[in-house]
């Protein structure tokens, strides 16, 4: 059970991190699914981000300040401007982080969704509130993604309604 507490620590030190900056951003995913209520592992943190370019970079800076560097050499300005490129003839999904030296601290923005076309809402996570998406639009997410984690999740979340 100590990893659940690692995990939970360094998810409460990017969702803080985010929250220091001011940005606006959503948690999707497995951490989404398990905040509405469905049994759910995972190792990564996915979140989705405004499409703005101010977005991208501010969150690139945020991400650099706890430790993480993107796992592919991209910059948050070519991300923003090569977006739609990237998905549909990269299949790339998420600009990925890592930190070198805690290569379980993972963090995916994932760049085929925008958040302000979303919504959200605030749960607390040990007296810090998170953000997150609603459920409603964490199912089409999963839908949309078809990968089978995803639909056993739309399954687990649809029960939840």
């Known amino acids: 059970m100590w990893y659940i507490l690692v995990y939970t620590m360094f998810l409460l030190t990017l969702i803080r991190a985010l929250e220091r900056q ?6 999707v995913g497995g951490y989404a699914v398990s905040l509405h209520g469905a049994v759910r592992g995972t190792l990564d943190v996915d979140i989705v981000i405004p499409h703005t370019k101010k977005s991208f970079v501010a ?3 945020t991400l650099a300040s706890i430790g993480l560097r993107p ?4 910059r948050a300005e070519e991300v923003f401007s090569f977006r739609e490129e990237y998905i549909q003839n990269r299949n790339l999904t998420a ?3 890592q930190n070198p030296g805690d290569l379980s601290q993972l963090v995916d923005v994932i760049i085929t969704h925008d958040l302000r076309k979303m919504k959200t809402l605030r749960k607390k996570v040990k007296n810090t509130a998170v ?3 609603s459920i409603d639009d964490l199912i089409q997410m ?3 993604s078809g990968r ?3 639909l056993a999740d739309v399954e687990a979340l649809e029960k939840l309604q």
């Open 22 to 27: 001011k940005l606006a951003y959503a948690l």
């Open 59 to 61: 969150t690139e800076e």
């Open 71 to 74: 796992r592919l050499p991209l």
């Open 95 to 97: 600009w990925g982080f």
């Open 131 to 133: 953000s997150l998406i």
């Open 142 to 144: 999963k839908r949309d």
């Open 148 to 150: 089978p984690q995803d």
